[in-house]
Structure formats: C-alpha cells, structure tokens
C-alpha cells in the first residue's frame, strides 16, 4: 500500500509492528549481553585507567545491576543496526526508488558512527577524564573509594551519548534528503547549534575545561561535516527535482 494511501489506522498498526520487531530482537541481543557480560566486565576491570580503582560493592544489588547494565548495553549495541532499519522501512514507503536505495545506505554508515562514537569516547575522552579526577584526588590528599557502579555508571555516561551524537551527519543527510532541513538553514542557525551541543557537552563531562572542551571540539567539527554533507545531499535533491520536472515536461509536449 502506498505511503499516501495508507489511513492513521494503517501508520499505527505499521509503527507497532516495526516495535515489536525490534522488541524481539533486542530481547535476542540481551540473551547475548547477559552472556557475554561477565567476560567485558573482567577486561575492563584490567584496562590500566581501572587498576588505581577499587571495585567496591556497597549494595547487596549492586553486582545484579552492574551486570545488567552490561546486558542492556551490549544488547543496545548488537540492536542498533536492526533499529535503523525498522526505522528506515517504517518511512521507506513514502519515498522514491531510488531515495529508498540511498537512504538504506545510510544504515552501515549509521553503524560505523555509532560504533565510532563510542571508540572516540572509550579510547581518548575517557582516560583523560580518569587521569584528571585521580590527579585531582591526589591533589587534594583524598582516598579514592568508589563503588564499582560508580565506576562503571560514569564509563556509560561518556561513551553511550557519543555513539548516538557521532549520528549528526547521518541525521542531517536524511532530513536534507526529505526536503525537511537546507545548508542555508543549518548555516543560519549555526550559533544555536553550537550553543545546545556546548550544554550537552558540560552534561556528558565533569566541570573541567580541558575535557569539555575534548568533547565539544570533536561536536563542533561534526556539525561543520553535516553542513558540507547536506550541501552534497540538496544538490542531488535539486537535481533529483529539475530531472522530475524535466520529465514531466517531457510527457506534457507529447500529450
């Protein structure tokens, strides 16, 4: 059935089938995480930026929670892919062909990002958060005593935000491609943009300068690499349209 045909009724029923799909698959990827989890833990109670850390329990639960989180985090990551292709068939109806086979080549792109935020924030901007903290602890003559859900609650409040902010580029291109966002307008509404990602940075980092600014340097330049993307992506759209208008043109001189 054809995206303009199809009645509220139909996006309803459409939407819910596209969750339960992921729904099962994301339970699939839990079954992996939960089985998989003990083994990341121990490695990354063995990484260098851990060995300064004891991992204390001061909670009955909180082993039972450290190893869900795990769960649920590997299980986000098998899932993601799946998640962007659901979302890509819940609009692919209503657009063309040939957007349709652009727009699903988006989704190992997606995947890379994501997995590519999530490396940018592990390997570079987490060790450097660590190295401060334990530096300024030193500084400041105090023990370091942290639960071991400290620890680990902090590792997925670096990494986990930047998998998904690595995807404005991706987002960008696909609303430039659907008409709904222009190069103009992104450049227009520059300083708002990088005002909202300079509040998400002191969110994601400690009150600290040096590695609020390691993570609003890299959102910035992600920013400025969505613009130059959108301007490739409205480009094929105007010519996707002047090829349209060409056609119809075409057909009506043969009428």
């Given at each position: 059935?054809?995206?303009?045909e199809m009645?509220?009724?139909d996006?309803?029923?459409e939407?819910?089938?596209?969750?339960?799909?992921?729904?099962?698959?994301?339970?699939?990827?839990m079954?992996?995480g939960?089985l998989a989890a003990?083994?990341?833990?121990?490695?990354?109670?063995?990484?260098?930026e851990?060995?300064?850390?004891p991992m204390?329990v001061?909670?009955?639960t909180d082993?039972?929670?450290l190893y869900?989180n795990?769960a649920f985090?590997i299980?986000?990551?098998?899932?993601?892919?799946?998640?962007?292709?659901?979302?890509?068939?819940?609009v692919?109806?209503?657009l063309m062909?040939?957007e349709k086979?652009v727009?699903?080549?988006?989704?190992?792109?997606?995947?890379f990002?994501?997995?590519?935020?999530?490396?940018?924030a592990?390997?570079?901007l987490f060790p450097n958060v660590?190295?401060f903290?334990?530096n300024l602890?030193?500084?400041?003559?105090?023990?370091?005593?942290y639960g071991v859900?400290?620890?680990f609650?902090?590792l997925?409040?670096?990494t986990i935000?930047?998998?998904?902010l690595?995807?404005?580029p991706?987002?960008?291109m696909?609303l430039?491609?659907l008409g709904l966002?222009?190069?103009?307008?992104?450049r227009k509404?520059?300083?708002?943009?990088?005002?909202?990602?300079?509040v998400l940075?002191g969110f994601?980092?400690?009150?600290?300068i040096?590695s609020?600014?390691?993570?609003?340097?890299p959102l910035?330049?992600?920013?400025?690499?969505s613009?130059?993307i959108s301007?490739f992506?409205y480009?094929k759209?105007?010519?996707?349209?002047?090829e349209?208008?060409?056609?119809?043109?075409e057909?009506d001189?043969?009428k």
């Amino acid at each position: 059935m054809a995206q303009n045909e199809m009645t509220i009724y139909d996006h309803i029923g459409e939407l819910r089938k596209r969750v339960i799909i992921i729904a099962v698959f994301f339970t699939a990827a839990m079954i992996i995480g939960l089985l998989a989890a003990p083994a990341l833990i121990t490695y990354l109670q063995n990484i260098p930026e851990a060995e300064s850390f004891p991992m204390n329990v001061f909670k009955l639960t909180d082993s039972l929670k450290l190893y869900m989180n795990f769960a649920f985090f590997i299980g986000l990551i098998l899932v993601f892919p799946v998640l962007l292709y659901q979302l890509w068939a819940f609009v692919s109806p209503g657009l063309m062909e040939k957007e349709k086979k652009v727009t699903l080549g988006y989704i190992p792109i997606a995947t890379f990002l994501f997995l590519g935020g999530l490396a940018f924030a592990y390997f570079i901007l987490f060790p450097n958060v660590i190295r401060f903290l334990s530096n300024l602890s030193d500084r400041l003559n105090l023990t370091e005593q942290y639960g071991v859900n400290d620890y680990f609650g902090f590792l997925f409040q670096i990494t986990i935000p930047f998998g998904f902010l690595f995807q404005l580029p991706v987002v960008i291109m696909f609303l430039t491609r659907l008409g709904l966002v222009t190069p103009a307008w992104l450049r227009k509404i520059r300083k708002y943009a990088y005002f909202i990602l300079l509040v998400l940075a002191g969110f994601i980092t400690p009150p600290e300068i040096v590695s609020h600014l390691m993570v609003t340097v890299p959102l910035f330049l992600l920013y400025e690499v969505s613009i130059v993307i959108s301007r490739f992506s409205y480009r094929k759209v105007l010519k996707a349209e002047q090829e349209k208008a060409e056609e119809w043109a075409e057909q009506d001189r043969r009428k």
